[in-house]
């Protein structure tokens, strides 16, 4: 115990009046049920993880890793600049890069890091090339890391409401006489309500408005574009990020654009220049997942049938599903404590639906996050979707 442990307890406590506290709650898995959790004794249907295709843990990915783990050993020993960069970390972003139909592309450790690191680094260019700060327009329902990387670089952003590309314009035509470079910073998926950004209409207004298009593919990578190369697909966008945690099934995350974009950020991106590299295991689960995505377009047809069907039924019962279009869908409920309480009581009916709290959503739109996979069949959406309104209708405010 510390002198310092009382306030951290009051700052808990203070969470707790607000049913805003989290706690970790530890669950095992195995390979013989990709859909299932356990958890204090307990079997769980999942429905709040990011494995959207249920490559987690698909025979390919398991054995890539574990022999390149035996090949090549478990750590990359240093950061990339200094001895870490192993002809895999080329090889496997080439293959990215064909992927993302860019010139180029940059692995690194996660997706937090990623933006947090490159955001700065780009954000710098304006301050180097043109002597002012740069004039950064965000949607407001944006991702954390993304307004992290802004406050990193003491950036105001300029914030337009979401999904609005008129406020947007209006936005950037009200700056338009002042000095520095543009940026545009959005997801193409927003991860907690499920929406879509029409990245076409994004491109047109960047190029109008002589802008820096960045689009944070984390949430549509591997689910949605041709070969589930996301929505950046064909749109020309200046650089898109994405991960490989969520529908790739391993860890780590990606930058995608143009070679001198990729070499700026080798030499200016913090996160990547003061990293430990990604390790061969992780490199491997990245390889096999890229071998494997463009093929499975019946999982992703599967995955966005489920998702529609899932919606019909939720909102039929009446419930909001706000802006869903696709394998993300909300329940948005209002009142933290009653988000929790539904959570709870599904959880004693073998489901794992989490609540989601404020800061991550706006004040008074607590919800259930609904996250579907390829793996959940038929019977696991109608099971969801009964038991999910009759929670609702039992836990009142």
Same mark, same amino acid.
């Given at each position: 115990?510390?002198?310092?442990?009382?306030?951290?307890?009051?700052?808990?406590?203070?969470?707790?009046?607000?049913?805003?506290?989290?706690?970790?709650?530890?669950?095992?898995?195995?390979?013989?049920?990709?859909?299932?959790?356990?958890?204090?004794?307990?079997?769980?249907?999942?429905?709040?993880?990011?494995?959207?295709?249920?490559?987690?843990?698909?025979?390919?990915?398991?054995?890539?890793?574990?022999?390149?783990?035996?090949?090549?050993?478990?750590?990359?020993?240093?950061?990339?600049?200094?001895?870490?960069?192993?002809?895999?970390?080329?090889?496997?972003?080439?293959?990215?890069?064909?992927?993302?139909?860019?010139?180029?592309?940059?692995?690194?450790?996660?997706?937090?890091?990623?933006?947090?690191?490159?955001?700065?680094?780009?954000?710098?260019?304006?301050?180097?090339?043109?002597?002012?700060?740069?004039?950064?327009?965000?949607?407001?329902?944006?991702?954390?890391?993304?307004?992290?990387?802004?406050?990193?670089?003491?950036?105001?952003?300029?914030?337009?409401?979401?999904?609005? !590309? =008129?406020?947007? $314009?209006?936005? +950037?035509?009200?700056? *338009?006489?002042?000095? %520095?470079? @543009?940026?545009? #910073?959005?997801? &193409?998926?927003?991860?907690?309500?499920?929406?879509?950004?029409?990245?076409?209409?994004?491109?047109?207004?960047?190029?109008?408005?002589?802008?820096?298009?960045?689009?944070?593919?984390?949430?549509?990578?591997?689910?949605?574009?041709?070969?589930?190369?996301?929505?950046?697909?064909?749109?020309?966008?200046?650089?898109?990020?994405?991960?490989?945690?969520?529908?790739?099934?391993?860890?780590?995350?990606?930058?995608?654009?143009?070679?001198?974009?990729?070499?700026?950020?080798?030499?200016?991106?913090?996160?990547?220049?003061?990293?430990?590299?990604?390790?061969?295991?992780? !490199? =491997?689960?990245? $390889?096999?997942? +890229?071998?494997?995505? *463009?093929?499975?377009? %019946?999982? @992703?047809?599967? #995955?966005?049938? &489920?998702?529609?069907?899932?919606?019909?039924?939720?909102?039929?019962?009446?419930?909001?599903?706000?802006?869903?279009?696709?394998?993300?869908?909300?329940?948005?409920?209002?009142?933290?404590?009653?988000?929790?309480?539904?959570?709870?009581?599904?959880?004693?009916?073998?489901?794992?639906?989490?609540?989601?709290?404020?800061?991550?959503?706006?004040?008074?739109?607590?919800?259930?996050?609904?996250?579907?996979?390829?793996?959940?069949?038929?019977?696991?959406?109608?099971?969801?979707?009964?038991?999910?309104?009759?929670?609702?209708?039992?836990?009142?405010?």
């Amino acid at each position: 115990m510390t002198r310092f442990d009382p306030f951290f307890q009051q700052a808990l406590d203070d969470l707790g009046d607000r049913a805003l506290r989290r706690r970790l709650n530890p669950v095992t898995r195995t390979v013989a049920d990709t859909s299932r959790l356990h958890r204090d004794g307990q079997v769980l249907r999942d429905f709040s993880s990011n494995d959207y295709l249920g490559l987690s843990l698909h025979p390919a990915l398991r054995t890539r890793a574990a022999d390149w783990a035996q090949r090549y050993g478990t750590g990359s020993r240093a950061s990339r600049l200094v001895s870490g960069t192993l002809d895999l970390h080329g090889a496997v972003e080439a293959r990215l890069a064909r992927f993302k139909g860019t010139e180029a592309a940059l692995i690194f450790a996660s997706g937090w890091q990623a933006n947090a690191a490159v955001l700065p680094a780009l954000f710098e260019l304006s301050r180097s090339r043109t002597g002012h700060p740069a004039l950064v327009f965000t949607d407001r329902l944006n991702h954390a890391s993304l307004h992290h990387g802004c406050q990193a670089a003491g950036i105001r952003q300029i914030r337009f409401r979401h999904n609005d !590309l =008129g406020h947007l $314009d209006d936005l +950037l035509t009200h700056h *338009a006489d002042k000095p %520095g470079l @543009r940026f545009i #910073l959005t997801e &193409s998926v927003f991860s907690m309500d499920g929406d879509r950004a029409d990245v076409g209409a994004l491109r047109a207004l960047a190029s109008r408005h002589d802008a820096f298009l960045y689009l944070d593919e984390a949430h549509a990578t591997g689910v949605l574009g041709p070969g589930g190369a996301g929505l950046s697909a064909g749109h020309q966008v200046d650089l898109a990020m994405g991960t490989f945690s969520k529908a790739l099934g391993g860890m780590g995350a990606y930058i995608a654009g143009s070679q001198a974009l990729c070499d700026y950020l080798v030499n200016t991106a913090s996160g990547f220049v003061y990293s430990t590299a990604p390790s061969p295991p992780m !490199l =491997g689960a990245m $390889d096999a997942a +890229l071998e494997l995505a *463009a093929g499975m377009d %019946g999982e @992703r047809a599967k #995955l966005a049938a &489920s998702a529609e069907r899932l919606r019909l039924m939720l909102r039929d019962a009446g419930l909001d599903t706000g802006r869903s279009a696709t394998q993300i869908i909300p329940v948005i409920l209002g009142d933290a404590q009653r988000a929790v309480d539904i959570a709870q009581r599904l959880a004693t009916r073998g489901i794992l639906a989490i609540a989601i709290r404020p800061p991550t959503v706006p004040r008074n739109e607590a919800r259930l996050r609904l996250a579907l996979s390829a793996v959940h069949e038929p019977e696991d959406i109608d099971i969801l979707a009964r038991e999910v309104i009759a929670a609702t209708k039992e836990v009142s405010l």
